[in-house]
Every structure is written in structure tokens, then in C-alpha cells.
């Protein structure tokens, strides 16, 4: 855990480092756009305080998720999952923290010409979508090698209690966020960002959904299933 760690702590800092640079750097208005509506125009003004924590935001959730990764480990009850699932684990904490990064520096560049551009495209909807795309096809592919545990993966009261609902659950789960990832990634490119951006929310609902079905439905059928 020690190279994701430390890896992990230079997002940290580059987060917090972007966020303060760009509010150091902001120049004197009476007011500042705090939030944009999806075609990119400012619809509420703040104070540069209050830009101070738009841009923490996400250095803040960095950090939140940092100690949640580093600490879970640590109370996994069965501690012999924590080794079995090493591998797979730090790739989703490291994929989390690269994700932070890209949306930090886009709020950060947001703000940058805030003076002569107050406006600003759709690019920021259109990223988030991108980023959260090939997050869930990044993490479909490996969906499927999670080993049984009570803190990471499609946790309900019957993948903990089978393994076979918990295996079949994660083949199947991976597989649906592979594809919901592609044609996610495909609707960034041809639809409107807020209509992607609700297109990616949909699938993962229908997903969460889904599996929670699915793994009482195979748990109901495994005649090892722990009752």
C-alpha cells in the first residue's frame, strides 16, 4: 500500500496547490460566477470567499476519500479479503485519485479568465461524463477478479452471503459498466452534455438496480448459500 499511498498524497497536495493558486490568482471583482447553468452561463454571483469553496470542494472530497481507502483496510473484519483484494483495490483508489485531479483542474481553469470570459462552454458537463465514462470501463474489467468482502464491490445481504452470488454479481456487474461506460462515452460525443450527463446517471441506477435483483435471484438458487 505504500506506493498508492504515496501517491495519493501528491494528488492531495496537487489538488489543494491548484485550488489555492487559482484563488490567489483571481483578479478584484465586486462579484464572482459561483455557479453556471448546462449552456455555460452564470446564473449566481459570490464573493471570493465563496469561490475559495467552490474550489475546495473537490480537494476536500480528495482527501475524504484518501482516509476512507487508507482506513478500510484497516476494519475489514475478515482480514484475509484485505490481501486477496489488494491488487484490484489500489487500482480503484489510484483511478479515483486521478479522476479528483482532472475535475479540480477544471474548476480551477474555469476560473482563470474569469475576468474576460465570465462564460464558459459546456466543456466542464461534457468532461465529467468523458472522465466517468472510462472510470466505469476501467473499472468493469476488473470488476470480476473481487474476492467476497463486507467493504468493497456490490454489497447486498446476499452477494456476502454466497459466494456464488457474489462472483456471478461481479461478472455481471462488470460487464454492464463496461458497456454503460462505452455508450456513455459514445453519448458525450453526439448528444447534449446535460442529456449525457443523465444518460450516464440512468445506467448507473439501472445497474444498482439490477444487481441487487440479480444476487438475491442467484443467491436464492445456490444450495451453499449461507441463511
Known amino acids: 500500500m505504500r506506493k498508492?499511498?504515496?501517491?495519493?498524497?501528491?494528488?492531495?497536495?496537487?489538488?489543494?496547490?491548484?485550488?489555492?493558486y487559482t484563488w490567489m490568482g483571481l483578479p478584484e471583482l465586486e462579484q464572482y460566477p459561483v455557479h453556471w447553468n448546462?449552456?455555460?452561463?452564470?446564473?449566481?454571483?459570490?464573493?471570493?470567499?465563496?469561490?475559495?469553496?467552490?474550489?475546495?470542494?473537490?480537494?476536500?472530497?480528495?482527501?475524504?476519500?484518501?482516509?476512507?481507502?487508507?482506513f478500510i483496510p484497516k476494519i475489514e473484519p475478515v482480514q484475509a479479503s484485505v490481501d486477496a483484494n489488494r491488487r484490484p483495490?489500489?487500482?480503484?483508489?489510484?483511478?479515483?485519485?486521478v479522476l479528483f485531479v482532472g475535475i479540480s483542474g477544471l474548476i480551477s481553469y474555469s476560473y482563470i479568465n474569469v475576468e474576460a470570459e465570465p462564460e464558459i462552454s459546456t466543456l466542464p458537463i461534457s468532461f465529467i461524463v468523458i472522465a466517468m465514462s472510462a472510470f466505469f470501463i476501467f473499472i468493469g474489467n476488473i470488476m470480476g477478479k473481487f474476492k467476497r468482502n463486507f467493504l468493497v464491490g456490490i454489497r447486498t445481504p446476499w452477494t456476502l452471503s454466497s459466494d456464488l452470488a457474489w462472483d456471478k454479481t461481479h461478472r455481471l456487474g462488470g460487464r454492464m459498466f463496461v458497456g454503460a461506460g462505452l455508450l456513455?462515452?459514445?453519448?458525450?460525443?453526439?448528444?447534449?452534455?446535460?442529456?449525457?450527463?443523465?444518460?450516464?446517471?440512468?445506467?448507473?441506477?439501472a445497474i444498482a438496480i439490477f444487481s441487487f435483483v440479480y444476487s438475491f435471484l442467484v443467491w436464492k438458487n445456490d444450495p451453499d448459500k449461507r441463511t
Do not use: H, Q
Open 184 to 205: 456513455s462515452l459514445v453519448s458525450a460525443f453526439i448528444t447534449k452534455p446535460e442529456i449525457a450527463l443523465m444518460i450516464l446517471v440512468g445506467f448507473v441506477l
Open 89 to 97: 483495490y489500489t487500482y480503484i483508489w489510484g483511478l479515483l485519485m
Open 38 to 70: 448546462a449552456d455555460g452561463v452564470p446564473d449566481r454571483y459570490g464573493s471570493k470567499g465563496e469561490v475559495l469553496f467552490n474550489l475546495l470542494i473537490m480537494p476536500l472530497t480528495t482527501a475524504f476519500t484518501f482516509a476512507v481507502f487508507a
Open 4 to 20: 498508492i499511498t504515496m501517491f495519493s498524497w501528491a494528488c492531495l497536495l496537487l489538488v489543494f496547490g491548484m485550488a489555492f
